[in-house]
């Protein structure tokens, strides 16, 4: 599986049990990348594809059930547990830091994932947005 993921300079993910922060243009960018594979997420990323054109799958196991090839975004969870299924990790880096109460678990490098490509791009409410693909 593939893991998508936000992060703030800290390794950040929530505050309070909120999403510290969402941009548009990372959803378009998601889309695209994505393309014609399986998208799953659980409930509590519903509200960002409201109004997107791609239809993900919803369901709290999101990350048991995923195929090889299924892209999870991965929001309020921690992938530990499901380490050896992953393939690659995208990180959206706000390039901020936020305050936080709930940090990524994996640090991918550490991890035998080797960083593939890297991209910047402005974002809607974030003037600079990068993101890294790491793969095994």
Known sequence: MKIIVCLDDNNGMLFNKRRQSKDREIIRDLIELVGENTLR??????????ESEILP?????????????????????????????ISEIIVYKWNRKYPTDFIFDVNPEAEGFSLKETRNFTGYSHEKITREIYKK
């Open 41 to 50: 997420i659980n409930e509590f990323s519903t509200n960002l594809f409201e």
């Open 57 to 85: 799958i919803k369901s709290n196991d999101f990350l048991e059930i995923a195929g090889e090839n299924d892209f999870c975004m991965v929001e309020n969870c921690h992938v530990r547990p499901c380490l050896s299924n």
